[in-house]
């Protein structure tokens, strides 16, 4: 690593504990919020006074007359949230943790959050900025992978480990 990238890494942390300081909350709840910007996914973190998750949303802009696009990542940090509504239900694998092997699980389709503060991440890779803002609205509607994140970090939150059905128990159909 030379001297140049050394410094970039500081002026980086700079303006992370910058950005952090400047929303006047603890900050061992950003800790989601870093650990889905730099190694992506979504993130729980509980203290006995307060919780917080980051629930990571993507979307990819494609210019098809360019051939080019970039894809957005919305990263959702709720301080101490709560489902307020469900809607449906999805099979889907998931894994977790150092588990080794996916499991079956079974999580909703939409999910409607509460929290008492709502923070939004817009991490652009076109642009290379990561705009950072508090949401005025306290309830969020998720659909999807989002809302599936959401309901698993919830679930570590109230039950400490996620369980599900282990893969051993599928079978292999031979399709013809």
Not at 50 to 79: C, P, Q, R
Request: charged share 35%; net charge negative.
């Amino acid at each position: 690593m030379d001297a140049e990238e050394i410094r970039a890494i500081f002026r980086f942390s700079a303006q992370e504990k910058s950005i952090i300081s400047s929303f006047e909350i603890q900050e061992e709840l950003f800790l989601p919020f870093l650990l889905s910007l730099k190694s992506g996914g979504s993130w729980s973190y509980a203290s006995e006074d307060t919780k917080s998750i980051a629930v990571k949303d993507v979307i990819t802009y494609y210019n098809e007359e360019s051939k080019t696009g970039y894809t957005l990542e919305k990263i959702y940090l709720f301080i101490d949230p709560e489902i307020i509504k469900e809607e449906g239900v999805v099979r889907r694998l998931e894994k977790c943790g150092e588990r080794e092997e996916r499991e079956l699980v079974e999580r909703p389709y939409c999910i409607t959050l509460q929290a008492k503060r709502v923070i939004l991440a817009e991490v652009n890779p076109d642009l290379r900025d990561i705009r950072v803002k508090e949401l005025k609205k306290k309830h969020i509607l998720l659909k999807g992978t989002p809302a599936y994140s959401a309901a698993h970090e919830l679930e570590h939150l109230e039950k400490g480990e996620v369980k599900g059905i282990p893969m051993w128990n599928f079978e292999y159909v031979k399709h013809q």
